[in-house]
């Protein structure tokens, strides 16, 4: 497959979170990790971080229908900005703790990995927003759940 243009090398870059989503092993979580580092640097920034993922969001939508496209599959597994932007919506407006990033991480992977109703549904939404949608969602899931979780302890 031959990549051109630098703005399909963009949508390959950023599509693959950075070349983490081309890992062997677990791409989707290795992909989610890209989280993290960009939850750290936004976490001061509320509007900032809103800003960000909404960009993102959309940066993802246009990179995933690009990638479908390109590669003939509606979502190869080395597309990760789903992951990245599923997990920066799981913590949003939550504080930034390690006990609280391993409960974003472990609830949104949960909801991502296990898709309950009706995230399974929105993959079948057309391309990229396909792609995206449903970890928008599973990240909706986790924020919920990691926010009553926290009123607990």
């Not at 950023?14 to 640097?41: A, E, H, K, Q, R």
């Not at 229908?65 to 979502?75: E, G, M, P, R, T």
């Not at 990229?128 to 986790?142: F, K």
Request: proline content about 4%; some cysteine; charged content about 15%.
């Amino acid at each position: 497959m031959k990549i051109k243009t630098l703005k399909e090398k963009m949508f390959l870059i950023i599509g693959s979170g950075l070349g983490l989503g081309y890992s062997p092993i677990m791409p989707g979580t290795c992909g989610t990790l890209l989280g993290i580092p960009i939850f750290y640097l936004l976490k001061e920034n509320n509007i900032g971080f809103i800003i960000f993922t909404l960009i993102l969001f959309f940066i993802g939508i246009s990179a995933s229908n690009f990638i479908s496209i390109k590669f003939k599959q509606k979502d190869p597994s080395f597309i990760v900005i789903d992951e990245i932007v599923g997990f920066l919506i799981a913590a949003m407006f939550i504080e930034f703790s390690i006990l609280n990033i391993a409960l974003i991480f472990v609830f949104f992977r949960l909801f991502d990995i296990i898709k309950p109703f009706p995230i399974k549904k929105l993959e079948k939404l057309s391309l990229g927003w396909g792609v995206m949608s449903d970890d928008v969602l599973a990240g909706i899931y986790a924020n919920i759940i990691v926010r009553i979780i926290l009123v607990f302890i």
